[in-house]
């Protein structure tokens, strides 16, 4: 990913290099307790899903700003089987 | 490769650790926030220490900031709260101070941090981009509606920077108290936040608090969205920004950009066609020949010995 900015081209120095693999490594850390955690908010997050579908089958979704539409219930959608609730993805569609 | 999904993080959960970095002097702390494992570009909170000083010079990256807390001397200008600048690769800074200290959030765009001392602008620098507002004063708050399907009303937003090619956008949003929003949305460019006051949610993260951030790549489901009591935070995407709204909280990345490139095909089917035939390994994208076209005034520089007369090649010529 990029801003598509303006970068000057210049020789990375060591000093830089190791700042940037010390921080890679802590980086790594950082994302696999990020994991840990959003897998121990799985059934809190169920109960989430659950009052959302509620929401929108009776007070509406947002289809756009303030325009809602409710959704009929039979219409709601099932989570496919074998499908793990999963909300971190490391690259987004790289890392699937 | 690229920064990895960072959702949810709260700086206030980690410590700072020195700035060891060559450039910056002592009294510069720092957490990560998130970091490009290829370019070093990062996000990083930063705490400047009371007496902290850092003489004139320009970064080889691009550099955005906003004063989180605190008082910068950032040249003859005294910069507080809300305070944001944008700094093009190799601008020249002039010399930065605090007094008391400043907490400070800054984003490398484009490379690792550096600083080159210097009174003077690399040669390659688009010194007419540098910017700088106090986005808490100056700027009146607008509708959160600047992209359609939008925002629920009372989420607002304050525009800070805006890159025309990209459509990358840096800006400030708030929530006010009692804020909801009833959907999933996914994007198709990276996001980013950081919480300078306040606490919203998500269904899929939970709470985000004063402190909290986010950097999530694109088409990863987030959402619906509340705040209890309200938050203020900095917010950018890395190049235009569309809300691809819908209520399956179990479909994945690679099915929302299926999607998105459906939505593409249903509206702009010639465009799309071209693009899937053209499907050669181009990374940066087609030519566009308005960035790329020959143009009269490019011919018009002279070295003082040569000149041209806004041909686009070179032959012999003679002069009375």
Same mark, same amino acid.
Request: proline content about 7%; some cysteine; overall charge negative.
């Given at each position: 990913m990029s801003f598509k900015n303006l970068f000057i081209k210049h020789e990375r120095s060591a000093e830089e290099e190791a700042w940037l693999q010390e921080e890679i490594a802590e980086q790594e850390d950082r994302f696999s307790q990020i994991e840990n955690t959003m897998e121990d908010l799985k059934p809190i997050r169920a109960q989430w899903y659950r009052e959302f579908f509620d929401r929108i089958s009776t007070t509406g979704f947002n289809v756009d700003g303030d325009e809602k539409m409710v959704i009929p219930r039979d219409q709601l959608p099932v989570q496919p089987d074998g499908n793990e609730d999963r909300v971190v993805w490391k690259h987004g569609v790289d890392g699937e | 490769m690229a920064r990895p999904h960072i959702e949810p993080f709260c700086d206030r959960d980690v410590s700072f650790k020195n700035m060891n970095l060559s450039g910056f002097g002592n009294g510069m702390r720092f957490k990560m926030l998130s970091l490009d494992t290829d370019s070093g570009a990062c996000s990083i909170t930063v705490q400047f220490e009371g007496g902290y000083k850092q003489n004139p010079g320009f970064s080889w990256s691009e550099m955005e900031m906003i004063v989180i807390d605190g008082e910068l001397q950032y040249g003859d200008h005294t910069i507080r709260k809300g305070h944001y600048l944008f700094v093009p690769a190799g601008y020249a800074m002039p010399a930065i101070s605090s007094e008391q200290g400043a907490l400070v959030l800054m984003m490398y765009n484009t490379g690792e941090p550096s600083h080159v001392e210097s009174d003077e602008h690399h040669a390659l620098a688009q010194v007419g981009l540098h910017h700088d507002i106090d986005s808490y004063m100056d700027i009146p708050w607008a509708m959160g509606n600047v992209v359609k399907p939008s925002v629920a009303a009372g989420c607002l937003i304050k525009l800070l920077n805006y890159n025309p090619i990209s459509h990358a956008m840096t800006f400030l949003y708030c929530m006010t108290p009692a804020f909801y929003q009833d959907n999933i949305s996914y994007h198709d460019c990276a996001e980013e936040s950081y919480h300078l006051w306040g606490t919203s949610w998500m269904m899929q993260f939970g709470?985000? @608090? +004063?402190?909290?951030?986010?950097? *999530?790549?694109?088409?990863? =489901? $987030?959402?619906?969205?509340?705040? /209890?009591?309200?938050?203020? #935070?900095?917010?950018?995407?890395?190049? %235009? &920004?569309?809300?691809?709204?819908?209520? =399956?909280?179990?479909? +994945?990345?690679?099915?929302?950009?299926? *999607?998105?490139? #459906? *939505?593409?095909?249903?509206? !702009? @089917? &010639?465009?799309? %066609?071209?693009?899937?035939?053209?499907?050669? =390994?181009?990374?940066?994208? @087609? /030519?566009?020949? /308005?960035? =790329?076209? $020959?143009? $009269? !005034?490019?011919? %018009?520089?002279?070295?003082?010995k040569t000149h041209s007369h806004w041909h686009g090649h070179d032959h012999d010529h003679h002069h009375d």
């Open positions: - | 709470d985000v @608090p +004063t402190g909290g951030y986010f950097w *999530r790549p694109a088409y990863i =489901n $987030h959402g619906a969205f509340a705040s /209890e009591l309200g938050c203020i #935070a900095l917010g950018r995407v890395d190049s %235009k &920004l569309f809300n691809h709204f819908h209520y =399956n909280p179990w479909s +994945t990345p690679v099915q929302n950009q299926d *999607r998105s490139a #459906a *939505r593409l095909y249903q509206r !702009d @089917p &010639l465009l799309y %066609k071209w693009m899937v035939s053209h499907s050669h =390994n181009h990374p940066h994208g @087609p /030519e566009d020949f /308005e960035q =790329n076209v $020959h143009r $009269h !005034d490019q011919d %018009k520089v002279s070295d003082g």
